[in-house]
């Protein structure tokens, strides 16, 4: 079975500040990671992805995330924050095996994130 | 090009009753997801459909249902509602292969009274 976690209900950060929006996952093979942002009453938005390749995956809106292995996380970042970043941000994780529950994602609880002025 | 198109984007039903939901994908997705998300539970698949063919289910019990048409429409059923079913349903379309990327749509809005 596949899960994700993310530790922090919340995340508070000043504008032009760094963010970083923490994720654990746990897959049995290799993972295919993703990263989405909810506004109120709308639906999720996708960020990025992680399929192979480079660590550090770079996104929409300035986020990059970082995949580590033996960690097994992937952390969301952004070197500057905005205001308008305020929202909820979820981790998503499918295990590349399942090719017959291809477009199944395991999200995690998700974590909002405040900016402030 | 336009995205995913939900139906209708709120609405009020009583226990007992059922609704149907409408979820139009991105032309030429093949595949159709559908997540409940609700604050206590979070986000939960509930099922996906791939040309016409449910492919995968989640834990949810058989009130809820789903089809999917050759045009790759989708709907979602839910009988005999319950207060617990009050939830933001999300549709999502994508290719439906490999490390294809979700597009979802803005959601159904369900309040059971």
């Known amino acids: 079975a596949q899960s994700v976690a993310q530790p922090e209900d919340q995340v508070n950060v000043a504008e032009g500040n760094p963010l970083t929006v923490k994720c654990t996952y746990s897959v049995s093979g290799n993972p295919y990671l993703f990263w989405y942002v909810q506004y109120p009453n709308r639906g999720l938005q996708f960020l990025l992805k992680?399929?192979?390749?480079?660590?550090l995956v770079k996104g929409s809106y300035g986020f990059e995330a970082e995949f580590n292995k033996s960690q097994t996380s992937f952390h969301l970042k952004k070197p500057s924050a905005l205001v308008s970043d305020s929202a909820l941000y979820f981790c998503a994780v499918r295990d590349y095996r399942n090719t017959g529950t291809a477009s199944k994602l395991t999200f995690g609880t998700g974590t909002r994130l405040q900016v402030t002025l | 090009k336009a995205g995913v198109t939900q139906t209708p984007r709120y609405l009020i039903k009583t226990r007992g009753q059922q609704v149907t939901l409408s979820c139009s994908p991105i032309s030429g997705h093949r595949s159709v997801s559908w997540y409940q998300q609700t604050p206590g539970q979070g986000l939960q698949f509930l099922f996906e459909y791939f040309s016409e063919t449910q492919r995968n289910k989640g834990n949810f019990p058989g009130r809820f249902s789903g089809r999917q048409f050759s045009n790759s429409r989708s709907e979602m059923n839910v009988s005999t509602l319950e207060l617990g079913d009050s939830a933001l349903y999300l549709c999502?379309?994508?290719?439906?292969?490999?490390?294809?990327?979700?597009?979802f749509g803005a959601g159904s809005r369900l309040t059971v009274l």
């Open positions: 992680y399929i192979t390749g480079d660590n």
């Open positions: 999502a379309s994508s290719s439906g292969a490999g490390a294809n990327v979700l597009t």
